[in-house]
């Protein structure tokens, strides 16, 4: 029997031989100097540098030889990597600086160029106002709430004490949703969220909601059938018609400054009680009711329809029986709550006659507003 063959084995050394080595070196280089980018060059590097590359096998396979073909073929091996290594390191500062160049030649700005031809977008008047009317309240430590536009009847009426036979219920005023027996509306006010408050936070509750709600009403001048409100409400110990009155006017001379003209006229809701409704002068007419264009067919003035205010909305202290549908204690808290339309209070504050112009989108009308962001 002979000796085992330690320090020679033909099989494994002849890939490793010079030639073949300096073949995959040579063809490994003749690659990285055809990379033409980046990209190119990262698959070159996986192709020939890789793991699984040739040189990587060949690496792999040095240690299975004996001593001294273990040194030759790993001196080979490691120069023909490193010189690898060595020519992607080059080729890639090379390439990078390229790139570079490329991108500084395509992402060039012509800065004589005419721009801003598009016209800039402009957030709608609505949503800036509302958002100013609670910044308002927020700023006397109020919270936003907020509420669904499709409500339950209960929330809607039941829980604000309109009786079952309230006029309001009626397909005359509010939009039902299908199938009736859910007894689902979309929302006429924004009061059932002063009962969804309730229902959900202790008192004290102090909180202002602006949102969108709807109605069955005609498309005019001063109406919509969707339209936008903003609720307050004020549930704590010893509040009263007085801190109502304090809050609004706030708020009003915050939106209009001083010297706004306002009235509060004795009015009715079922969850106030007593009840008040806010009117502002007429805007158009300054209050006298009668149109200026001597030749109009209609003597009155359009817009208050000869009334010289403008109605801004409702108000009052909260009925003892909305607090306790709500599980709210009436021995111990008082509340007040007020319901304004924000339409009406936009067309007073800039301006505008015909409420349809805040709903048809016509660019012109918002871009007035478009600086005030
Ligand atoms: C209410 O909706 C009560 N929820 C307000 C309220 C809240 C009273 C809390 C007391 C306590 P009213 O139906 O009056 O009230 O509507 C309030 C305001 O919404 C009106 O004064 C008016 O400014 C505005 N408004 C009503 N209908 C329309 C409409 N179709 N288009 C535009 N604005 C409208």
Redesign the pocket.
Known sequence: MSAPNSSFDPKQVAPLGEEQVFAMRDEALAAIAAATDLEALKQVRTEHAGDRSPLGLANREIGALPPQAKKDAGMRVGQARGAVNQALAARQAVLEVEAEERMLVTETVDVTLPWDRTPRGARHPITMLSERIADVFVAMGWEVAEGPLVEAEWLNFDALNLGADHPARTMQDTFWTEPAENHVVLRT???PVQARTMLTRKPPIYVVCPGRVF?T?EYDA????M?H?V?GLVVDEGITMAHLKGSLDHMLQALFGEGVVTRFRPSY?P??EP?AEMDLVCFVCRGTGLNDDPDAEVPTCRTCRGEGWI??????VVNPRVLTACGVDPERYTGF?????I??TLMFRHGVED?RSVFEGDIRFSRAFGTEI
């Not at 001063?222 to 059938?225: A, M, N």
């Not at 109605?311 to 009052?316: D, K, M, T, V």
């Not at 709550?337 to 339309?341: D, E, H, I, S, T």
């Open positions: 006010h924004t009061s109605r009403d001063t109406h919509s059938p339209f409100q609720e809701f969850f106030t009840s109605e801004l909305g409702g108000c009052g709550a007020f319901g304004f339309g339409d009406r409420l």
